[in-house]
């Protein structure tokens, strides 16, 4: 069963920029911690960024290689999950992945995923 979509994805040139999107349940959004991970060819999965229930009133989580490029954030009332990336470097080339952790636990966890979508960062 799919609960989360994302779109956004697509090919930009070094040192470009992207927004995916995350179409999710209100549910999920007002009550689990949101996550965006991603996964390059021959790669582990990775987590990228995460978002708290609070939002607005707390600060987001990043793995080291995208602290200051990406942004998360959601807008609850459009059910929508948001990653900006800014200063995209070919190594941000992955399949990205919207997920949520209702136990919003600290290490790098998820329940329910989404397909995924396709960021190609060309030199």
């Known amino acids: 069963q799919v609960q989360l979509v994302e779109s956004g994805g697509g090919s930009v040139q070094t040192g470009g920029s992207l927004t995916l999107s995350c179409a999710a349940p209100?549910?999920?959004?007002?009550?689990?911690?949101m996550r965006w991970f991603r996964q390059a060819p021959g790669k582990e999965r990775e987590g990228v960024a995460s978002i708290g229930i609070t939002g607005s009133g707390s600060t987001g989580r990043y793995a080291e290689s995208v602290k200051g490029r990406f942004t998360i954030s959601k807008d609850n009332d459009t059910n929508t999950l948001y990653l900006q990336m800014n200063n995209l470097k070919p190594d941000d080339t992955a399949v990205y992945y919207c997920a949520a952790d209702p136990l919003c636990r600290v290490s790098w966890s998820a329940n329910y995923w989404g397909q995924g979508t396709q960021v190609t960062v060309s030199s």
């Open positions: 209100r549910k999920f959004l007002d009550f689990y911690c």
